[in-house]
């Protein structure tokens, strides 16, 4: 079994013979234009995706009549990019998803606080460091109300207080209260901009995890 490919290693080496196969019986003139059509494709895709996820300059507005004139091409187009882009994360995503251990409490939070804690995880694995520590605050304060009473009460909270409260009905003590401001100032740094990498994004999303793990195994009552 070791010595077997993956499945994403099956589908990269299929993508790769796919590649090869396209081009074997061209000539020299007709893969050179092959070439320069597939990093016309390129450019084309690139401009597309990032003017949906960024602000873009107008100079390749242009580019939109191609999606409005035949939708289905450029959909083949994106497709073929999302999954070579994919297949080639799968390996990092195993990786970091073994660098987690399993997660056990002795109540279960709701199925909000659940939630974020789910995306704050799935965006580490996927890679994604900003939004996972983004996350991670946002899944510890709902952790928080929620067990302090808190949650869909209309009435704002600042964090500091949420901490206040968790440490006098001892869901947190000292260690565990600093450890939480701890990983709401990463928060806000990267909220103001100060990018952080994959390696801060594990250690918040394991400080968040330890905490939630206390918080729902916690005596603590309000």
Same mark, same amino acid.
């Given at each position: ?8 290693q099956?589908?990269?080496? +299929?993508? *790769? =013979?796919?590649? #090869?196969?396209? *081009?074997? %019986?061209? $000539? ?5 234009? !092959? ?10 895709v690139?401009?597309?995706?990032? @003017? ?7 100079a ?8 409005r004139? %035949?939708?289905?091409?450029?959909? =083949? ?9 994919l ?5 990092g995503?195993?990786t970091?998803?073994?660098?987690? $251990?399993?997660?056990? /409490? $002795?109540?279960?939070? @709701?199925?909000?606080?659940?939630? +974020?804690?789910?995306? /704050? ?10 939004? $996972?520590?983004?996350? @991670?605050? !946002? ?13 869909l @009460? ?11 409260? !968790? ?12 450890? /939480?401001? %701890?990983?709401?100032?990463? !928060? %806000? ?26 918080? +729902? #195994?916690?005596?603590?009552? +309000?």
């Amino acid at each position: 079994m070791p010595n077997e490919l993956t499945l994403s290693q099956e589908v990269q080496t +299929y993508i *790769e =013979h796919l590649d #090869s196969w396209d *081009e074997h %019986d061209l $000539s020299p003139e007709e893969r050179e234009e !092959a070439v320069k059509a597939r990093k016309v494709i390129e450019v084309i895709v690139s401009e597309i995706i990032k @003017s949906r996820e960024t602000l873009a300059e107008t100079a390749l507005k242009g580019i939109e009549s191609l999606v409005r004139n %035949d939708p289905d091409l450029i959909a =083949h187009f994106l497709d073929e990019r999302f999954t070579r882009e994919l297949i080639d994360t799968v390996p990092g995503c195993v990786t970091r998803t073994l660098q987690l $251990s399993r997660m056990d /409490a $002795s109540r279960t939070p @709701s199925k909000v606080t659940n939630a +974020y804690l789910r995306e /704050a995880t799935r965006t580490f694995i996927l890679g994604l460091p900003q939004a $996972s520590i983004a996350l @991670s605050r !946002a899944a510890l304060e709902q952790g928080l109300k929620e067990n302090l009473g808190r949650q869909l @009460s209309g009435k704002f909270i600042k964090f500091h207080e949420l901490l206040e409260e !968790a440490e006098k009905w001892h869901l947190l003590d000292k260690v565990t209260k600093r450890i /939480a401001r %701890d990983l709401a100032k990463a !928060a %806000d740094d990267v909220l103001h901009e100060k990018p952080a990498t994959l390696e801060k994004a594990r250690e918040i999303l394991e400080q968040l995890r330890g905490l939630l793990q206390h918080i +729902y #195994s916690a005596q603590g009552h +309000y």
